[in-house]
Structures are given as C-alpha cells and as structure tokens.
C-alpha cells in the first residue's frame, strides 16, 4: 500500500471516529435514561421502607424483575400498615405463595396511570372523560377442578365471552375503583360506594374498599405509576364463582346451569400441561348465547377492546326462598294441571319461560344503587324490586350482585301476555304471537290491553297448529288469516277503564282497527255474527283475569273471526225488505254501477283498508231526494231508484261516496273525534270531508261541510255499530251534503 493512501486511510478513520464519537454523545442525551427518572417500581417501593410485605408478596409471587425491569405498570401498593390490619383481620401469620400471587397480581393494571387518568374511558377513538370505574388487573384464574353435568370430575376453565371461549384469552379479573370526576359525571354519591363497602369511609379516591393514601399518589418509577392504598386488595370472586359457592342461591344456580356447556378445549389442556406437568383434558364452561350474559365472562360486552373500563354486569340473584315463591305463584300455576310441578320438569316442556326468567335478573350494565329505577334488564324491564329487597350485596370482580328476597316480576309473566305465555292450554296463540311479532306491546307495562284468549282445542279446530319442525314456517295453516284473528283478539284499552263484561255492553276496537261487541258476559265479531249458527253467533266469556298489570283476559271457548263477506252484504241484509231500516238507501246502492249485487263489492273500497259506513234512515233518505241530491220526484220526495241517466247515476254515486268515511273507523266509544275524509274526491283528486263532533259512549254525532249535522242513532231497536268487514255501519237521523 503507498504512502500517500495509508496517509488517506488514517485520515478518514480519525474523521469517522471524531463523527461517531460525536454522535454517540448525541444519542445518549436524546434516548438515554434521564438522570432525573425515578428507579423501577421495585426499587422504589425498596428505598421506601414500609413495603416490606408488599415487596415479600412479589418476591413470592415471582415479580421481582418484572416490576425491576422495563415496562409500563400501575400498582396500587398497600403499606405495611395495610398487611397488618388485613393479617390480624383474617388472622394469619404468613402470606402463602399463592396469596401472595393474588395479591400482587391483582394489585398491577397495565399500562402506567396516572390518578388523574384512571377515570377516563381508553376507546378505540381515545379517552373519553369520567367514564371509567375500572381497570383489567394482572390477575386471572386458570384451570380449576369442577364436575360436569353428570357429576363427573372434569378439569374447567371458564369461558370469557358471551357464549364462547378464546383461547387467546386469559379473562383478567377487573379492579374497580370509585374516583370523584367518575362518580360526579356519573351522578353518583357516597351511598352508591357505601352500599357496597358500608365499613369504609367514602372520600372520591377509593379503590375497591380501600382509599389512596392522601399525598403518596402518582409516583413516578422507570417502568410505570405507584399509587400507595390503605388495603391489602384481593381479586374478587366473579358472579358465576359467587353464585356457585352460596347455598342460599343454589335454585337459581340451577336453573343457570342449565344454560352451561362443557367443551374440551385442545389448546387449554396442552397449556396446561406444559404449566403443570400434568397432562389432563380441560373443558371450557361456557353458558348459552340465550342467556344475556356468561356469569363466568369477567369480560365485558367487547363491543369495544376495554369497553370493561366503563361497564359491567349485575345480576339480582332472588334467594331459594324467593325463587320457590314465585315458582308457585306465576310460573307453574298453570302448569300443575299437566303434571309440572318443579322447575325442572318445567325447563323440560317449556324451556323458554325459564330462559325468561333468568334473564329477568340479569343486566348487561351497572346497576348502581341508586338507579334502580332508571336501569332496564336484558328483557328491557325497569326493576320492580327496590333497595329494601336487597339482602346480600357484592362488588364482584364482572359487576355487581344483589341477593333479593323477592324474585323479579318479569313484565313477560306480570303482563296480559304472561296469561298467554304461561298457560300450556294456549301455547298455540302463544307460538303466533310471537312469530307474528304481535307481543311486544303485550308485555309492555305502561300499554294497557285486554286479550281474548283462544285456547288450542279452537285453533285446532279451525285448522291451526304449531309444528317446530317448520323453523321459517311453524305456523301451520293460513297465516295471513291466524295474524288477521289474532289481531282482532288483542284490544288497546288506552286510559279507559277496564269494561264491566259481565253486566255492561259496548264496543271495542281491536289492534288491527277492526271492532267487536260485548253485551252482558258475550263477545260479538263480525265473523261470529255471520255464522248461521245462532249459538255461535255471540261467544260466552267464561271468566275474567284482572290480575295482569297492564289490562286484562277474557277467557272463552270460541275465537273472535272476521267476516268474509263484502261490507255491501251486511248492508244488504238490513235493506231488502221496505220494513228494513237500510231499505231507501240500499235500494240505491243495490241499482248503482258501484255495486257488484253478486259479491256485494262497492266500487271504491279497497281490500285491507277501515271504513265507516253512515246510512241515512228512509225518511232523511226522502229528504235528500226533496233537496235534489238524489233521483226521485223532488216534489214528494218518492226515490227513484232505478233511474239511470248520467245526472242520476253521478247523484247516486257522489251520495253513496260521501256517506262512506274513508281510511277510520268511529264507533261510539268516545275515542276519535275530529275531520276524516269521505270517499267522495273532486275533479283535482280532494277529498270531501265530514266531521265527528262529538263522541261519547252514548252520543256519536257527524257534521258536514255544510255544517248540517246528524246523531248516530244508538237506541235499541237502531242499526248503529253494525260489525262488517273491516268496517263498522251506522243508521244516522239525517242525510250529509257535499258542495261538488
């Protein structure tokens, strides 16, 4: 090599070593440790010298180095101070390995926090403020010994979602803590905290029922946050642990196990054996997707990765007691009469009434406290049980617990729908309802409704039945009229007065618009009105059920059907004869091109749609024709029925049209009131209108644009409330004048 290219060499590898030296001092300032960041949590906990027993708990545990090393922590870290008061309350003398464990594991949360961070919600588009209570610790339980449901010793981890289990998954037990901006923004006092943790004195920085020592917060360490409590704290037990070990709820524990399933899970047992050198097959315990929650899930819902930092679950567990109660009183009451006298033999026949009711106590969000009332389960019910009721109460690890005395009154048992739902005799109107989708108002509380129950033998009867085998289809017969019946069997009651059946008479109109009839203990539709069979004609109310909270059941043998007759026959049976009260007025629909005299079809009505039929008496009808509104001798008033000129044949038609109120019904039952439209529509397409001005049980009156008005005749001997299809006729004591 030559001299003057050794003398190059040397000279740039003195230039490079110059630069990196510069440079390594240019790194070391940006990404070195700083000299003012305090030592790893271990360290400082050390130097602090009252941890002594924290810092043997994690020596135990075996955290020495991960709270030594590099990471990102929060630890609430209870002094020695804190040990000593929960050794001499639980009377030990030394922490074991595995306490130790649940101690420090459960006291970590990940991430390092400071207080005034811990009551913000981390979603998946940030923070969001005040709205958590809770943090996933450290802490997770593993493989357990339990039996499976033929009582055999099996190996089981618990599921950790909603229905499922993840092997992925560790299912962290959560710390909840209850800091001032949360428990503010929330509305929330120390009764709500107190509740739970009566001994603990609630100042806004609680953890669990411990508190964070006044000035010893937010301490900052190379590998996260210290925040120094005055409790040693413990993970919690979950719901479904909690359950499991109380006696006093172990009827309800039964009816939730039977929502449980054992998988063997592949993935959990070759873990397990790696951890234990044991090799065993392990079952994940997972519950139903039926049910609203799992018990056992110590996530929360996931709609959201730590959506657990803002929710959890609560459960009102209802007592042995509570649950024989309710069982005697509601859900096998009408069940004994088949043979069912126990809940398991109810779970067998009718599955659904238990899932109802354990669902009934479970809530898929926090129910605090105070909130009882504003707070809806997983049926959508407020519950009816109050703070009184409440005989045991739990923090648990995935939400609260409240052990009643009292079972929850379900609105699916308490409404005019649990007479349906509840009784084996209708479980084919049961069935209907729902796949017709026809029950949600039913079981709604503040939505007041008399049924007409239809017992099975009748559906039967008239070619219904219920056949699951058909899952799209398990209504078996014509559906669009079993929906059309039941309709007219469900009847809102608005803020009337439940109806004196037995005595009284009147008109109700049904969900579906359509009307019936009650007259001293008999139900009267249109179809049974029709029949040709006079003890059919009107249907016997056998009893009554006034017990349902939102209305009440009429039970009878018969059903409520619909006519399948044209609105003109109904007409044409009170106008053949010159004695009939609809003689004048049918005798001009009879000979008018709108009507078909073979199906009773008038021109205009559409299949589907409510009308009110409003038929002048023969002496109004004499009248109009006196007025020239319709054809006849305009001196005496004589019809002309017949006449078939164009002026006559628009006359009849434009009279007939405005007689027929169009897209309503009104009845005299003092409910609607106000202008409709008739079926009489000008050249532009508008109709002309008639107005209901009074409306009374008693009084129905009808006025014109004229102003001219006519009284619904309602007597006795009067065919007013005439029940046709999908269409009520009324008699009136005068004829109404249009003016086009």
Excluded at 234 to 245: A, N, R, V
Aim: with cysteine.
């Amino acid at each position: 090599m030559s001299k003057i290219l050794q003398k190059f060499l040397i000279v740039n590898l003195t230039i490079i070593f110059i630069l990196s030296a510069c440079r390594k001092k240019e790194f070391d300032e940006f990404y070195g440790r700083p000299e003012n960041l305090g030592d790893p949590i271990y360290q400082q906990l050390q130097a602090k010298g009252n941890f002594t027993k924290f810092l043997d708990c994690i020596d135990k545990a075996g955290y020495k180095e991960t709270l030594s090393a590099a990471g990102s922590w929060t630890v609430f870290a209870p002094n020695d101070e804190a040990f000593n008061t929960y050794m001499k309350e639980n009377t030990l003398t030394e922490i074991s390995a595995d306490l130790a464990s649940k101690i420090v594991r459960y006291s970590m949360i990940y991430d390092g926090e400071k207080v005034e961070r811990l009551s913000d919600f981390f979603s998946v588009k940030g923070f969001v403020k005040n709205t958590a209570f809770r943090r996933r610790s450290v802490y997770y339980d593993f493989v357990y010994d339990g039996v499976d449901k033929d009582g055999k010793a099996i190996k089981v981890i618990d599921g950790n979602r909603n229905g499922s289990y993840l092997s992925s998954d560790f299912n962290n037990k959560s710390i909840s803590y209850f800091l001032s901006p949360f428990m503010t923004f929330s509305s929330l006092s120390a009764a709500d905290y107190n509740f739970f943790y009566p001994n603990s004195a609630y100042n806004g920085n609680n953890i669990g029922p411990g508190q964070l020592v006044s000035g010893q917060t937010n301490i900052i360490a190379e590998n996260g946050v210290i925040h120094v409590v005055d409790k040693v704290l413990t993970p919690p037990l979950s719901i479904d642990q909690y359950i499991g070990q109380k006696s006093d709820y172990s009827v309800f524990k039964n009816m939730l196990d039977k929502f449980v399933t054992y998988s063997l899970n592949t993935d959990v047992s070759h873990r397990y054996e790696v951890l234990t050198g044991k090799a065993a097959s392990v079952y994940a315990k997972t519950y139903s997707i039926l049910l609203a929650f799992s018990p056992n899930n110590e996530n929360y819902l996931k709609a959201d990765a730590n959506d657990a930092q803002s929710g959890s679950y609560s459960i009102f567990a209802p007592t042995n007691a509570a649950v024989n109660t309710y069982a005697n009183n509601v859900l096998l009451k009408y069940w004994k009469k088949r043979g069912v006298n126990t809940l398991n033999e109810l779970y067998v026949v009718a599955p659904d009434v238990i899932r109802d009711f354990v669902n009934s106590h479970l809530f898929t969000s926090t129910v605090w406290p105070s909130k009882f009332t504003t707070t809806v389960n997983a049926l959508g019910d407020v519950t009816k049980r109050t703070t009184a009721d409440v005989v045991d109460k739990q923090a648990l690890s995935n939400g609260f617990l409240y052990g009643l005395n009292k079972a929850q009154d379900a609105s699916v048992f308490s409404t005019v729908y649990g007479n349906v739902n509840l009784d084996p005799d209708y479980n084919i109107m049961k069935q209907a309802l729902n796949f017709f989708n026809l029950t949600v108002p039913l079981k709604t509380p503040s939505l007041r409704y008399l049924i007409v129950m239809i017992p099975d033998a009748t559906l039967r009867k008239m070619g219904f039945s219920y056949d699951p085998f058909f899952v799209t289809a398990p209504i078996r017969g014509d559906n669009a009229a079993l929906r059309r019946i039941l309709q007219t069997h469900i009847i809102p009651l608005g803020d009337r007065t439940i109806p004196n059946f037995a005595t009284g008479s009147g008109i109700l109109e049904a969900s579906n618009g359509e009307y019936i009839k009650y007259d001293k203990g008999r139900l009267i539709s249109a179809g049974t009105q029709d029949s040709v069979l006079v003890a059919k004609q009107t249907i016997p109310i056998d009893s009554t059920s006034t017990s349902p909270v939102n209305g009440v059941a009429l039970y009878g043998k018969e059903a409520l059907t619909y006519t399948v007759l044209n609105i003109g026959k109904h007409i044409e049976k009170y106008g053949t004869l010159p004695t009939d009260p609809y003689y004048n007025f049918f005798q001009y629909l009879n000979n008018s091109l709108m009507y078909n005299k073979t199906t009773g079809a008038i021109t205009g009505l559409t299949e589907g749609v409510n009308y009110t039929v409003l038929v002048p008496t023969n002496a109004a009808i004499v009248l109009a024709v006196k007025a020239g509104l319709l054809p006849g001798t305009v001196a005496t008033g004589v019809p002309n029925f017949t006449a078939s000129d164009g002026v006559s044949v628009t006359l009849v038609n434009k009279f007939i049209q405005y007689h027929i109120i169009n897209k309503a019904t009104v009845v005299s039952d003092g409910q609607k009131i106000g202008e409709f439209e008739s079926l009489l529509k000008n050249d532009g397409g508008d109709a002309a209108k008639l107005t209901v001005t009074m409306n009374t049980t008693n009084t129905l009156i009808i006025k014109d644009v004229t102003g001219a008005t006519a009284n619904v005749l309602l007597g006795a001997t009067d065919r007013s409330n005439v029940l046709s299809n999908r269409a009520v006729i009324h008699q009136i004591s005068n004829y109404l004048k249009y003016q086009f």
